[in-house]
């Protein structure tokens, strides 16, 4: 089955230094798919037009947009009204954060945490500053690299609105318990919002399970192209005070879209749900999905154990996070002693093996880790990676650790 998901991704047949890539960047973002990419070039070629006018082109547009609203439907468990599309998450979570800051004020408060990407940070720190309201923050064991749950509980009361959580850590791939989390803002009354960017190339969302009010995620973290998609609770997404253009829709989902959106990229956000939909089998498009999704939890946790292990035999080498008894995603986060991050990823470069480093936007859980100078160094496995590739990761490590 690996190679035949490999036979699709032509980035895959690039070299470096005389070696074929070995990509552990897709925490930052996953390679394409030929199927993506065909996707969006037919509509580009063949059906490029603006929505909701009489004639062929822009009826095809209506309904290649509605088939990926039905796909990303299908990938978070939602209906079709609740799936939105923006550029990216990040601003995804903006435009929403200042549509519930219209009706807060003094004394509202929400809760953030240490652990998330400042994706889900900063829209609510501008609230603060735009709206008066109160920021309060969970508190994360650096030395576990998961949530304390018991600062969680304290952060709750009566006058807060919104929790703000992460469902997968993009730093550390730690997993939190979101359903959990969310059972606990819900009993004080507030809004539950998830930011899922890192935890849907690697877990099957459902947000029915999750019971959140909102969820945010990325297309181009599981094999898409740079566009973002936001689920909103229907009765919720009915109500919210959007800014938008008076002649706008103003039904659900569109009422969240501003502008004209991208087509193309919302056409290849749901052929990259048919991708992953593909390495499953099923009677329903749901079912298929959650096949693939156990067959890709099964490759990821045996690489990353391979990973963990490896690295951990090598002196000199920290790994952060969660090991791979606990609830994670397939996500190395290590330093190595006497080498900022950077330079062990140039190192691991002219091995042909693609690291990233730094802090990815979690700059605060970096901070806590005594890290904000030299970064961390991340390496993700994906679909197509494979045991030789993280073997030639472990020896390009130990290689410079050992100098």
Same mark, same amino acid.
């Given at each position: 089955?690996?190679? &035949?998901?490999? #036979?699709?991704?032509? &980035?895959?047949?690039?070299?470096?230094?005389?070696?074929?890539? #070995?990509?552990?960047?897709?925490?930052?973002?996953?390679?394409?798919?030929?199927?993506?990419?065909? %996707?969006?070039?037919?509509?580009?070629?063949?059906?490029?037009?603006?929505?909701? !006018? %009489?004639?062929?082109?822009?009826?095809?547009? +209506?309904?290649?947009?509605?088939? &990926?609203?039905? #796909?990303? #439907?299908?990938?978070?468990?939602?209906?079709?009204?609740?799936?939105?599309?923006?550029?990216?998450?990040?601003?995804?979570?903006?435009?929403?954060?200042?549509?519930?800051?219209?009706? !807060?004020?003094?004394? +509202?408060?929400?809760?953030?945490?240490?652990?998330?990407?400042? %994706?889900?940070?900063?829209? !609510?720190? &501008?609230?603060?500053?735009?709206?008066?309201?109160?920021?309060?923050?969970?508190?994360? +064991?650096?030395?576990r690299g998961e949530l304390e749950f018991d600062s969680l509980r304290a952060a709750l009361g009566p006058r807060t609105r919104l929790l703000a959580i992460g469902a997968g850590s993009n730093a550390l791939g730690t997993i939190t318990d979101v359903a959990e989390a969310g059972r606990l803002a819900h009993a004080v009354g507030a809004l539950v919002y998830v930011d899922a960017v890192h935890y849907a190339p690697h877990a099957l969302v459902d947000v029915r399970a999750m019971d959140c009010d909102l969820l945010g995620c990325s297309a181009y973290k599981f094999y898409g192209p740079h566009a973002g998609v936001l689920y909103v609770r229907q009765a919720l997404l009915e109500r919210l005070d959007v800014p938008k253009l008076d002649p706008a829709p103003d039904e659900a989902p569109e009422r969240l879209e501003t502008g004209t959106q991208n087509h193309e990229g919302i056409v290849g956000t749901g052929a990259a749900v048919e991708f992953l939909a593909s390495l499953g089998t099923g009677a329903t498009r749901r079912a298929r999905l959650v096949d693939a999704y156990a067959r890709l939890h099964a490759h990821g946790h045996a690489l990353f154990r391979q990973g963990w292990d490896g690295l951990r035999a090598i002196p000199g080498v920290t790994l952060y996070g969660p090991g791979p008894d606990r609830p994670r995603t397939p996500t190395l986060a290590f330093t190595v002693r006497g080498h900022d991050a950077d330079a062990v990823t140039r190192h691991l470069v002219t091995r042909g093996v693609f690291t990233s480093h730094g802090d990815f936007y979690a700059q605060t859980i970096v901070e806590r880790l005594g890290l904000a100078a030299a970064g961390l160094v991340r390496a993700g496995a994906a679909c197509y990676t494979t045991a030789e590739e993280m073997d030639r990761l472990v020896a390009g490590v130990r290689e410079l650790a050992g100098r």
């Open positions: 089955m690996l190679d &035949a998901i490999r #036979a699709q991704f032509p &980035a895959l047949r690039r070299t470096h230094a005389g070696r074929p890539v #070995a990509y552990f960047d897709g925490p930052g973002g996953t390679q394409v798919p030929q199927r993506v990419v065909d %996707a969006m070039a037919d509509y580009l070629l063949h059906h490029n037009a603006n929505t909701h !006018w %009489a004639y062929p082109t822009s009826n095809e547009t +209506d309904a290649l947009l509605l088939a &990926a609203r039905e #796909a990303v #439907a299908d990938l978070l468990h939602a209906s079709v009204r609740e799936v939105t599309f923006h550029n990216n998450m990040s601003t995804g979570t903006f435009h929403v954060a200042r549509a519930l800051g219209r009706g !807060w004020g003094p004394g +509202d408060e929400v809760v953030i945490t240490e652990l998330d990407h400042h %994706a889900n940070v900063a829209p !609510w720190r &501008a609230l603060e500053r735009e709206r008066g309201i109160t920021i309060r923050t969970v508190r994360v +064991d650096a030395a």
